[in-house]
């Protein structure tokens, strides 16, 4: 088993960055050329990211109304959305890898969490 080591602390770190990052990136990188949903899944995705971190329970989060528990589960259906996203919709190509990628990077991050008061094993 892997060492569960992303704390709250740190995904808190990650989220506005991403959140922006996923709203940025489908203008930087021509995401969509071949179909028009790749680049505005990411577009909304990312909006949706920036208000669930705006409104998390968190050192970062600005009103706090939700719990990171309900946080850490959205992320994880993003995750699993951005990896059948482009079978689903037959992305291809760059739009495909993109999604691929992302998806398998946000589903590593949320299973690399660390729970509260837990002192991580080897």
Do not use: C, Q
Not at 2 to 10: D, E, V
Not at 29 to 58: K, P, R, Y
Not at 100 to 113: E, N, S
């Amino acid at each position: 088993m892997f060492p569960r080591f992303i704390t709250k602390s740190i995904h808190a770190y990650l989220d506005y960055p991403v959140a922006l990052g996923l709203i940025a990136m489908p203008f930087l990188f021509g995401l969509g050329a071949e179909n028009a949903l790749a680049f505005w899944l990411s577009v909304a995705t990312g909006i949706a990211a920036f208000a669930l971190t705006v409104l998390t329970d968190h050192h970062l989060g600005v009103i706090r109304v939700l719990p990171y528990s309900l946080h850490l589960v959205v992320d994880g259906l993003v995750g699993v959305a951005f990896v059948i996203a482009p079978l689903l919709l037959g992305f291809t190509g760059f739009d495909f890898w993109y999604y691929m990628v992302l998806g398998l990077t946000v589903l590593a991050v949320v299973g690399l969490h660390k729970p509260e008061g837990r002192v991580a094993t080897a």
